[in-house]
């Protein structure tokens, strides 16, 4: 386990520590040889020239057991520890028998070291090196992994640390990596295969039955029914097959995180699963956030938050008394959860609280509700709303006008069945209607103070996306001067994914242009009931959250049918990857490409 006291960050029996070097006495990892059971991360390299080497081996934890793919010998790889100012050389030699890359997700550098295939670079063949050389711009905590095929599912994957390279806003006495992630002994295409011939829900172990006891009505049961959807689909891969780690850590392999009573630990919270939004909770102490996908917030006290794929959080933590405290990440379906002790002393233990009831999708979650309240460009309490418990009894109140329906305006006798709840004729021209597009967003409120799915009604705080505010104000004081509006688009049941109804195979050639240093307003509608989260690479955009100091990030959470707003200012010449983070959803489409042209006018 990777402890990490302030200012002393030690090397340890599991801590390799320093930049690895290519010496006689180089282990078979880095020879390309390695085999055998894989460790469980997280080692350190550093300094200005870092070498990661990719390799298979296999990994084992609770019983289950299978192929993976590790850098350094280890899954999670190893933590990448900066220093903001710094020039680096990153050298990824790749020793599979397949093409390799690393994407150093939020970043900061040039396009052509950014690590994406096809997009930035070819990638890297079996036995090459590539090296990315580049100065460090900026400080937080970020992560890397794989952009090629599904090789991220199988663990390649890794933290990222850039260090102030002046003071530190955090006041923190000790830090903890918490990367979480998932491991399944089944190999990343065959999930892939399931998905696609059984429309999402082959991993559902939590669907609907006659005499399951969810609160759903007889006619709500018949309504989802007629829409061919499932109420329960709130995740594709579930832990039917997975389970989820933390550092590489299984619930069965009890991993601790101690500390010293009343010092203040820094977890570095990473979410690096490949499907898995995770809702995280200490029980009995209180997290304060203090930084989101690596930039400095305003502080916000909170008991829960929802972490989607890909997003980073960095919470501190006080805890002041002789006792253990259990951190549960709970994954959103409540089909399992990773965990791990936080004590003062070795072998002390917490309670471990059981997987609470699943959530269960509601009208909301189709664009139905909120149709009056929410502005294209802002801010609406959703938290205070219950959409738990909006059913089609209460959307048949609702002034629906513009809904295609059989029945009239009451939600219970409207004929949903095939492609009548999709009114295409609310799409902008530039959305392509086809069989890769089975819904459309009625409403697609602002949701950005909706804390995610399953969290609107429990007893205690929960963060949402309104309470994050920059901690110190941006520079940018342009308005937008263009507005864009992207469509996140998807078929469940043939499992296609797209932007505006359009498979990135079909516009891999005409990509999202942006000028240079233009400054656009980009609002993204999901036309799905799932969650995705979508993410920019090579830039931060501010979230447009009612906040004045708007926090940036470089991944959102676009709830299920609803809206999320961003500004952003085009100003990283090159041609980056835009798409949803989860990766059976990137690899089935919903990817595209931003280019943003070079201040001399000619596009990169």
Not at 308 to 318: F, I, K, L, S
Request: aromatic share 8%; net charge negative.
């Amino acid at each position: 386990m990777l402890s990490i006291p302030r200012r002393r960050f030690l090397s340890s029996a599991l801590i390799a520590g320093g930049a690895v070097g290519f010496s006689s006495a180089m282990p078979a990892w880095a020879r390309g040889a390695m085999s055998g059971s894989v460790r469980k991360g997280i080692d350190e390299v550093s300094g200005s020239s870092i070498d990661l080497a990719i390799g298979r081996g296999q990994f084992s934890t609770g019983g289950r057991s299978g192929g993976a793919i590790a850098v350094n010998g280890t899954v999670p790889g190893p933590l990448v520890r900066l220093r903001e100012g710094q020039d680096v050389r990153l050298n990824v030699t790749n020793n599979l028998d397949e093409d390799s890359s690393i994407h150093w997700h939020g970043i900061l550098l040039p396009f052509q070291f950014d690590g994406v295939p096809g997009v930035s670079f070819p990638g890297i063949k079996p036995g090459e090196t590539f090296t990315a050389p580049f100065k460090v711009r900026q400080s937080g905590t970020y992560w890397w992994h794989s952009h090629s095929g599904l090789q991220e599912q199988a663990g390649h994957y890794g933290p990222i640390i850039v260090d102030p390279a002046g003071a530190d806003p955090v006041a923190f006495d000790r830090e903890y990596i918490v990367l979480l992630s998932e491991f399944t002994p089944m190999h990343p295409h065959v999930i892939m295969k399931k998905l696609k011939q059984q429309g999402g829900g082959y991993f559902n172990y939590q669907q609907g039955t006659a005499t399951d006891d969810y609160p759903l009505s007889g006619k709500e049961r018949r309504m989802w029914s007629k829409m061919r959807m499932m109420a329960t689909d709130i995740l594709d891969v579930t832990a039917s097959t997975y389970t989820y780690l933390i550092n590489g850590h299984g619930p069965a392999d009890n991993l601790e995180l101690l500390y010293n009573p009343g010092e203040r630990v820094r977890l570095r919270i990473i979410n690096g699963s490949a499907m898995t939004f995770f809702n995280l909770r200490i029980p009995g102490l209180p997290m304060t956030v203090v930084q989101a996908d690596g930039q400095n917030v305003v502080p916000v006290e909170t008991d829960e938050l929802q972490i989607g794929v890909a997003e980073t959080y960095d919470v501190v933590v006080q805890p002041t008394a002789d006792k253990a405290f259990t951190f549960v990440a709970e994954s959103m379906d409540r089909s399992g959860m990773g965990v791990a002790t936080l004590a003062p002393r070795a072998g002390m233990r917490a309670e471990v609280p059981a997987l609470r009831d699943p959530p269960i999708l509601t009208m909301a979650d189709m664009g139905m509700a909120g149709m009056d309240h929410g502005s294209p460009d802002g801010a609406t309490d959703h938290s205070q709303m219950d959409h738990s418990k909006m059913s089609a009894e209460d959307m048949a109140k609702m002034d629906m006008p513009s809904m295609d329906v059989n029945g009239g305006d009451n939600m219970a006798g409207m004929d949903m069945s095939g492609m009548k709840m999709r009114d295409t004729s609310m799409l902008p021209p530039d959305v392509k209607v086809g069989p890769g597009l089975d819904m459309v967003s009625m409403a697609a409120p602002d949701r950005m103070g909706y804390p995610g799915l399953g969290l609107d009604n429990v007893e205690h705080r929960v963060l949402n996306y309104q309470q994050l505010a920059a901690l110190t104000p941006g520079k940018e004081k342009r308005t937008a001067s263009r507005k864009m509006e992207i469509h996140l688009t998807g078929n469940m049941e043939r499992y296609m994914w797209s932007f505006d109804g359009k498979k990135f195979s079909a516009v891999s050639d005409d990509p999202i242009r942006f000028a240079y240093n233009e400054r656009v307003r980009v609002k993204l509608v999901n036309d799905t009931m799932m969650a995705h989260p979508i993410h920019l690479h090579g830039h931060f955009f501010e979230l447009v959250n009612g906040q004045d100091n708007q926090p940036l990030k470089h991944t959102v959470i676009v709830q299920p049918g609803s809206s999320a707003t961003f500004d952003l200012t085009a100003d990283e010449v090159g041609d980056w990857a835009f798409h949803c983070h989860l990766l059976y959803h990137m690899h089935s489409g919903m990817f595209q490409i931003v280019t943003v042209a070079s201040p001399l006018g000619a596009q990169s």
